[in-house]
């Protein structure tokens, strides 16, 4: 496994791979790696015989310098991970190399109307900040396929419609989200929970799954069962931050056509926020 830190580097090997003909499957993070990161590298080694992984916590899409600050690091752990999964390179570039001339004069990619919405409208900046990151390390690593996450579903859907748009050759591969036993959603961010708030976080899921039972029982007013939703995270210990009910496919309201809903949650357990999502069939 190469670790690879300047962007010429990186290139001259991605050329040497392209000259055999082999197919590259990227992974981008930020890091503090986990299982969930784990299946989206192995789902994208069962399409490409190449795997890059990148780490770079990027300060462009946190609005929150605390945030960023705070952000867990584990390279060292991250690095062990990544070579016993058979990652071919890793790229772990640093802020000045990626933004040579700082964030104010930086390029930026944004995609309208579904950057918009939902967390858009939470975290100013943030889904900007992830399509220019997502745009300059592929064109850095020219990738045939890469991996997302489905726990990011927002971000899926942008990062799809990005490549659409632009006309990237590169084909984006879906991974289902990974869950512990108890049905928490596998998260960088859960790292910050303390013992108690661990035996707490797992409620988010199943107020999320009885969510998910009550709309398919009803009509596309929904506000009952998302008021019920908030009282039982409330009750558990959560301060729920946002629990929208969309469209699957635009983000946007539920309307007469809509066949597949998607049940957004997000919400604070202490200082830790986590998200969770499910499609539900309508």
Request: charged content about 20%; some cysteine.
């Amino acid at each position: 496994m190469k670790i690879i830190h300047d962007p010429m580097l990186l290139r001259n090997n991605i050329k040497q791979f392209k000259t055999t003909g082999q197919e590259i499957v990227f992974i981008p993070t930020m890091g503090n790696l986990h299982d969930g990161h784990i299946a989206l590298i192995k789902e994208g080694q069962k399409v490409a015989s190449i795997t890059v992984v990148s780490i770079f916590v990027n300060p462009m899409q946190f609005n929150n310098q605390a945030d960023l600050k705070n952000y867990p690091r584990t390279l060292e752990a991250d690095y062990k991970k990544l070579e016993a999964a058979g990652v071919d390179i890793v790229f772990v570039p640093s802020a000045e190399v990626i933004y040579p001339h700082g964030l104010e004069t930086q390029t930026y990619i944004e995609v309208p109307v579904l950057s918009d919405v939902l967390e858009g409208k939470l975290r100013p900046g943030h889904f900007r900040g992830m399509s220019t990151i997502v745009t300059k390390l592929f064109n850095l690593v020219q990738p045939d396929h890469a991996c997302f996450g489905e726990k990011d579903f927002q971000q899926l859907a942008i990062i799809k419609q990005m490549v659409k748009d632009m006309g990237m050759p590169i084909n984006i591969i879906a991974v289902p989200i990974i869950r512990a036993e108890n049905g928490l959603a596998l998260s960088s961010r859960n790292s910050k929970l303390n013992a108690e708030q661990m035996q707490i976080a797992p409620l988010l899921a199943r107020v999320m799954q009885q969510l998910a039972g009550d709309i398919t029982q009803q009509t596309l007013n929904y506000d009952d069962s998302i008021n019920k939703a908030t009282q039982a995270l409330e009750q558990g210990g959560f301060k729920p931050d946002a629990i929208d009910i969309v469209d699957a496919q635009t983000l946007q309201a539920v309307h007469s056509e809509t066949k597949q809903a998607v049940i957004l949650m997000a919400a604070y357990l202490g200082n830790t926020r986590l998200i969770d999502n499910k499609v539900v069939n309508l």
